[in-house]
């Protein structure tokens, strides 16, 4: 237990062993949250570590470069998952995903904001449209609300920071530029994103088998309506 | 069958929540106190994950036109029955048929747990029976009760308990014991000893996503960076300063920095810190709050 402690407080900046510099690689965040950074290997240490089924996890949490681990209450880590922690995930194979392709009326009513991003992207409006959904996008992890996916892929030229001040109300199904993510809004609510265009699909349901209709590491491809 | 004749502040039908589904950016939710809930279902027969009513504030008027057998766990609230007769907590009550239960204000504390012998059967959503407000699912139709509201319940799986179960009390008047969060090295000195030697009022803004602090600023160098997985008791600080606790219903995933962790054996008393009340934070080993934990655990154990 005494590593683990060492291991909490010594901070996300690396250090120095002899020559090599090392990151740290996991940290406790609470008794029962491990942080583990993992760059650009996300998905892939996540999908190796949800696959080990080791009965002292109770959830996993993919995000930005990091990945939340929560143990069940009062369980403990197990010899299993503190070598696991501590492996390099580099050579491990990401799936491939489940690939998705979604319809998405484009501007007016359900993209409020298509316009402005295009001027300030350069383009005209079929230009940026053909720049959104040219490309393949991939499901980084999903937050914010039930089923909300981050899908990475957005070109540069399309990226653009939040809003200055957040819509009150954006509609279910409005697909949204926040920052270098795309993202589509589950249910209706409160939004800082930039709106560009709306999908017919449900995002999530939670009477459905697989509520959420895109998971971590499925790929996604637009065509514009 | 439960009535509603006049429903609380927020009324939810919860059980020991839906771990596991993160990754599709839902929280586990559930009892704010877990182990007040299982008391109280123990109290009535039930099993430890049969689902109650999580009561906060004020309570509401249930009427049991077959009679039942209900337990009160948490925080005492003002409690009268149409009988007249006395309303324990921490004790099986038997109400006869077409009997009424009032609940009124908290008298210390903000909440309490309700169990019914058999439970209350709404649906199963994603496993789980828990009401999740933000997004409108599970519980009953996914929202707080109202009058007129008709709960269903079920069948009890053993005898009712005779025995009075006491929670260890917990110490209120101390620190919330946190350890250090992923971004704790990014506050400057201000920042932290603004959060770990200063107290924080609780805001009225506050709710089962997450408690409002305000007080001292926590300044700290970076205002946004990578979204992170977070839990309950994650401490974030958004660019103004003024600390978030997060909930049981929080968000899975957040871009503001987290300076702490409130440890899981104090989580029960986030449950019970209502609008002005007064916190303040001490930091714990990981060791020993692991130690913490197991105990606090047994203590919900069946006996």
């Not at chain 1, 950074?37 to 998905?43: F, Q, V």
């Not at chain 1, 949490?61 to 492996?87: H, K, Y």
């Not at chain 1, 904001?113 to 053909?130: F, N, P």
């Not at chain 2, 109650?52 to 209900?70: I, N, R, S």
């Amino acid at each position: 237990m005494t590593q683990d402690f060492d291991h909490s407080f010594s901070g996300l900046s690396p250090q120095k062993t002899g020559q090599r510099t090392t990151a740290v690689i996991w940290r406790w965040v609470s008794e029962r949250g491990v942080r583990l950074e993992t760059g650009e290997a996300t998905l892939a240490r996540y999908t190796a570590l949800a696959g080990l089924e080791l009965p002292e996890i109770e959830d996993l949490i993919p995000a930005d470069g990091n990945v939340l681990l929560i143990l069940r209450r009062g369980a403990a880590m197990s010899a299993d998952l503190r070598q696991a922690l501590s492996l390099d995930a580099a050579s491990r194979p990401e799936s491939s995903g489940t690939l998705h392709q979604i319809t998405v009326e484009y501007g007016g009513a359900a993209g409020l904001d298509l316009d402005e991003l295009a001027q300030q992207a350069g383009m005209d409006r079929a230009a940026y449209i053909h720049s959104h959904s040219a490309v393949e996008y991939r499901v980084a992890f999903l937050g914010f609300q039930p089923g909300f996916p981050y899908l990475r892929g957005l070109p540069a030229a399309l990226h653009a920071p939040r809003r200055a001040s957040p819509r009150v109300r954006v509609a279910a199904g409005s697909v949204a530029i926040g920052g270098g993510y795309c993202g589509i809004y589950p249910t209706s609510g409160p939004g800082g994103w930039h709106l560009v265009g709306r999908v017919d699909v449900s995002m999530f349901d939670p009477q459905r088998a697989a509520p959420a209709l895109l998971l971590p590491g499925d790929r996604v491809r637009f065509v514009a309506a | 069958m439960i009535e509603v004749l006049r429903a609380g502040l927020c009324d939810l039908v919860m059980d020991q929540g839906r771990p596991g589904y993160g990754a599709l950016g839902v929280p586990a939710g559930g009892a704010a106190d877990p182990l007040a809930l299982a008391t109280a279902n123990r109290l009535v027969g039930n099993d430890r994950g049969a689902a109650g009513l999580e009561v906060t504030l004020t309570g509401p008027m249930l009427h049991f036109p077959a009679g039942g057998v209900v337990a009160l766990a948490g925080a005492r609230f003002s409690a009268t029955r149409s009988s007249g007769a006395a309303v324990p907590w921490n004790a099986p009550l038997a109400l006869a048929a077409g009997e009424s239960l009032m609940l009124g204000r908290a008298k210390a504390g903000c909440r309490c747990w309700l169990a019914v012998r058999g439970g209350i059967t709404v649906p199963l959503v994603m496993g789980s029976r828990s009401t999740f407000l933000p997004a409108g699912f599970g519980g009953y139709q996914g929202r707080r009760l109202q009058a007129g509201d008709r709960l269903p319940t079920g069948e009890a799986a053993a005898e009712v308990s005779g025995r009075v179960a006491e929670l260890a009390a917990r110490p209120d008047g101390m620190a919330l014991r946190v350890i250090a969060g992923p971004q704790a090295d990014q506050f400057d000195d201000a920042g932290l000893a603004a959060l770990f030697c200063t107290p924080y009022r609780v805001k009225a803004a506050s709710d089962r996503r997450g408690l409002r602090l305000q007080g001292a600023a926590a300044t700290h160098r970076r205002s946004a960076l990578p979204s992170q997985g977070v839990m309950p008791g994650a401490v974030q600080v958004p660019p103004d300063g003024q600390p978030i606790i997060l909930g049981w219903d929080g968000p899975v995933t957040g871009g503001y920095p987290v300076i702490a962790g409130v440890i899981a054996a104090d989580w029960p008393r986030l449950a019970q810190l209502q609008p002005g009340d007064t916190v303040r934070f001490a930091t714990i080993a990981v060791d020993a709050a692991q130690a913490l934990a197991v105990a606090a655990d047994s203590i919900g154990e069946w006996g």
